[in-house]
Every structure is written in C-alpha cells, then in structure tokens.
C-alpha cells in the first residue's frame, strides 16, 4: 500500500518525535546493567530504522505524485 505525502509526512514526524522522547528519558535514566545498555541501545538503534524508513517512504510518495 503507498502512502500519501501527507501520510508519509505523519509518520516522519511521528518516528523523529518518539525518539526525541526515548533521548529526553534516557538523559534523565541512571546506568544499568550491560544488557539494560545493550537493550536500550537496540532500541534506539530501532527508532532511528524507522526514521530512516519513514524518509524513503516520504521521497517514494513525492516520485509518485
């Protein structure tokens, strides 16, 4: 299913927003165990695939229209 520019645009600015919020709580976490770091580096990692994810689908739907 393609998405529209403005459905794209949603979901970019939905995906950079959660991991503006992830950054913001892990400022004010304390240390953890290696697999609590190993953990929230992961999912980090995943939030920034799918910023990256939500741009390709962005540019798709602009070749589209």
Do not use: F, P, W
């Not at 929230?40 to 070749?63: N, V, Y």
Request: with cysteine; charged share 45%.
């Amino acid at each position: 299913m393609s998405k529209t520019v403005e459905q794209a645009e949603a979901a970019l600015k939905a995906a950079n927003a959660a991991y503006l919020n992830e950054l913001e709580r892990d400022c004010e976490r304390r240390d953890g165990s290696g697999a609590q770091e190993r953990r929230r580096e992961e999912h980090q990692q995943s939030l920034r695939e799918d910023i990256a994810q939500c741009e390709r689908d962005l540019e798709g739907a602009k070749r589209r229209q």
